[in-house]
T-cell receptor, first 114, second 116 residues
Framework: NAGVTQTPKFQVLKTGQSMTLQCAQDMNHEYMSWYRQDPGMGLRLIHYSVGAGITDQGEVPNGYNVSRSTTEDFPLRLLSAAPSQTSVYFC?????????????FGEGSWLTVV | AQKVTQAQTEISVVEKEDVTLDCVYETRDTTYYLFWYKQPPSGELVFLIRRNSFDEQNEISGRYSWNFQKSTSSFNFTITASQVVDSAVYFCALSEGGGTASKLTFGTGTRLQVTL
């Protein structure tokens, strides 16, 4: 029972480099999201998806791209990394309708852009 | 737009003291969900509770209790007889609609330090 898996856990990038943070879930959840966590600011929504082929912007989408070609995967792409994107990134998933603990988070990806 | 305010940035208590973490929210929706998460030093997010807007019953789970008051738009979290293992950052979050991962709004968190 893997839940939500994020890779890599740690990454150091140089300014201008590109990379993809991977997120996969094995619970057949319709909804998936990416959040970033910065000191003193809590978690903020970057992009989200309500199903395969459907994505939308959250509060802080600039500098990030997403796609949802399958139900299981929701990668987050940084096309040209900037120091302002140094953060901890969390992927989350949930079913469309549920009760109890409905939202599952990955363990986080620590990204440093130098 | 929805908003969650956790006015307490950091709280320090001595073990066995009771401590209350405040959470005030703003939303225009009549249907919404409130959450509390714990983030220990290891960094992962640990789910504590989910409450929907139609259920104002207070909840107790061991040493943890939650007080939901729609009249004051508050969802406060109390730890009774705190322990060192309770040291963490605690986040309150709001989700409109179905309580899904799609649109969670988090507060800025309260760092709780419990010392011996």
């Amino acid at each position: 029972n893997a839940g939500v898996t994020q890779t890599p856990k740690f990454q150091v990038l140089k300014t201008g480099q590109s990379m993809t943070l991977q997120c996969a879930q094995d619970m057949n959840h319709e909804y998936m999201s990416w959040y970033r966590q910065d000191p003193g600011m809590g978690l903020r929504l970057i992009h989200y998806s309500v199903g395969a082929g459907i994505t939308d912007q959250g509060e802080v989408p600039n500098g990030y791209n997403v796609s949802r070609s399958t139900t299981e995967d929701f990668p987050l792409r940084l096309l040209s990394a900037a120091p302002s994107q140094t953060s901890v990134y969390f992927c989350a998933s949930s079913p469309r309708r549920s009760s109890g603990n409905t939202i599952y988070f990955g363990e986080g990806s620590w990204l440093t852009v130098v | 737009a929805q908003k969650v305010t956790q006015a307490q940035t950091e709280i320090s208590v001595v073990e066995k003291e009771d401590v209350t973490l405040d959470c005030v929210y703003e939303t225009r929706d009549t249907t919404y969900y409130l959450f509390w998460y714990k983030q220990p030093p290891s960094g992962e997010l640990v789910f504590l509770i989910r409450r929907n807007s139609f259920d104002e019953q207070n909840e107790i789970s061991g040493r943890y209790s939650w007080n939901f008051q729609k009249s004051t738009s508050s969802f406060n979290f109390t730890i009774t007889a705190s322990q060192v293992v309770d040291s963490a950052v605690y986040f309150c979050a709001l989700s409109e609609g179905g309580g899904t991962a799609s649109k969670l709004t988090f507060g800025t968190g309260t760092r709780l330090q419990v010392t011996l």
